[in-house]
């Protein structure tokens, strides 16, 4: 079976909430993920690998949790530049959440028609849900035109935190945002909705990278923030298989759980086993095994 990558990109002198000034080093560090990621010798020809034809490319943040517990805004504006720098059109950005509210309190300023990246949400005027439902599974929803309609391409862009059902929130749940009726994904763990949502077609097809913010973790008590069980870190995961990532993201949660003398999610009773579906041969949408995953550590 073909190994997955995931990149774990550790900053040099970045703890915690990265600032504006820390964006040139931020752009190293995904730059280099990107490179290892795809094998090529430069960041273009990076790109063009994961992004193919031109086209307009979705970054999907979560913002639940507000400003304390939330995508940063400032790893974004990375991101962005990095795509930019480039040559793609800052203008087929499509940077979205479920609602514009949760943009606003997480930090980020709504664009809905200017110059520049677009900053929308599924309740902006205009967006909203495609009218014809999509299945797969257990799971039937309308999902946003955003995916459907506005974009070609897109990257995950979550925060590693604990959820208080699903076990995991990472980049698989991340995905919840994208369905109308994500309450009704949540039991038994969220599984294995969370592994049929992801199998979407229209979301499936057209994820092609997940970064994963972690200067920020939320260790327990998630999804919402609650400063008792947050820490600091120093780091960012990329893979282009978003179960591996996940996978490798449960193993720094539980770690970090442990140190802090908290039972593993399982005793717990909210083992993200849908993880497992995820990698299974009904959905094959990556490596869950970890003698199936490489792990390559990059120190900027």
Known sequence: MTKSIVVILKSSHIIGEPVESDIPHLIELLEKGVLKLTAKNNIKDALSKLFPAVGKIGIKPNCLAGRMMSSSPVLCQAIV??????????????????????????????????KGPKVLANDSPNVGYNNEFSSFRSVGSLLTRILTDMIDYHINFPILKDHSIAGLSGGLKNLYGAVHNPNK?????????????????????????????????????????NRKFATDSNFILMSDDPVAIDAVALDILEDIRHKNGLPDLKKAERYPSYLETAADSNHKLGNFRRDLIDKVEIIV
Not at 81 to 109: C, F, H, M, P, V
Not at 193 to 221: G, H, R, V, W
Request: proline share 4%; charged share 30%; aromatic share 10%.
């Open 81 to 114: 530049k990095l795509l930019t720098d480039t040559g793609i059109d800052e203008n087929n950005l499509i940077i979205w959440e479920r609602s514009e509210r949760e943009l606003k309190l997480a930090g980020y300023k709504i664009n809905r028609n200017g």
């Open 185 to 225: 994904y949540h039991d038994t763990n969220c599984d294995p909705y969370a592994a049929d949502i992801y199998s979407l077609p229209e979301i499936k097809n057209k994820n092609k990278l997940t970064i994963m913010d972690c200067f920020k973790i939320q260790y327990n008590a998630g999804p919402s923030y």
